[in-house]
T-cell receptor, first 114, second 113 residues
Framework: AQSVTQLGSHVSVSEGALVLLRCNYSSSVPPYLFWYVQYPNQGLQLLLKYTSAATLVKGINGFEAEFKKSETSFHLTKPSAHMSDAAEYFCAVSVHTGGFKTIFGAGTRLFVKA | DTAVSQTPKYLVTQMGNDKSIKCEQNLGHDTMYWYKQDSKKFLKIMFSYNNKELIINETVPNRFSPKSPDKAHLNLHINSLELGDSAVYFC????????????FGQGTRLTVV
């Protein structure tokens, strides 16, 4: 069965520091992988996605993620954190079980310190 | 134009009541979903509809009944509300094609008192 594990429910970085949010997946077939961001009291917004093309995927707001099949990982990074990056981040995998459904990780709350 | 819109945004109601949440998407997508986000931010899929047909039902109590009058709408009706139903409910839609992300509504915060 497909699943997603996000390591660390909370991550705190200083403004300007590297952001690294970890995600590992489990899938018996080549996965479709996504990172979403959720700002307080809002819905989810797509940051980026992997769909078996380039393994390094660039998204919005300076974020990128690298698909590593050997490590079953899809970690999200940003070279320099900004205060506005503080939010909840979700890694997700899309699976086909009669229809496509998106399974989410538990989320990682990113705090950015001034 | 809002791609996926839900109403109401907030809903406070007493235990035992029946309530509905409406969802509409103007993206032309074939598939729509309901997700529940609990107080710990965990997102769990509840239902998925494709062209008005139920295709995924994830062990949800039968007090929850989705209804899709057409492929642009997916409403959620909840009977006999319980305290544990308090959560944020998100509607989403996506094309049938795999590998395409789901687009989410802004959520409905349901509080049962």
């Amino acid at each position: 069965a497909q699943s997603v594990t996000q390591l660390g429910s909370h991550v705190s970085v200083s403004e300007g520091a590297l952001v690294l949010l970890r995600c590992n997946y489990s899938s018996s077939v080549p996965p479709y992988l996504f990172w979403y961001v959720q700002y307080p009291n809002q819905g989810l917004q797509l940051l980026l996605k992997y769909t078996s093309a380039a393994t390094l995927v660039k998204g919005i707001n300076g974020f990128e993620a690298e698909f590593k099949k050997s490590e079953t990982s899809f970690h999200l990074t940003k070279p320099s954190a900004h205060m506005s990056d503080a939010a909840e981040y979700f890694c997700a995998v899309s699976v086909h079980t009669g229809g496509f459904k998106t399974i989410f990780g538990a989320g990682t709350r990113l705090f950015v310190k001034a | 134009d809002t791609a996926v819109s839900q109403t109401p945004k907030y809903l406070v109601t007493q235990m035992g009541n029946d309530k509905s949440i409406k969802c509409e998407q103007n993206l032309g997508h074939d598939t729509m979903y309901w997700y529940k986000q609990d107080s710990k931010k965990f997102l769990k899929i509840m239902f998925s509809y494709n062209n008005k047909e139920l295709i995924i039902n994830e062990t949800v109590p039968n007090r929850f009944s989705p209804k899709s009058p057409d492929k642009a709408h997916l409403n959620l009706h909840i009977n006999s509300l319980e305290l544990g139903d308090s959560a944020v409910y998100f509607c989403a839609s996506s094309p049938t094609t795999g590998g395409v992300e789901a687009f989410f509504g802004q959520g409905t915060r349901l509080t049962v008192v």
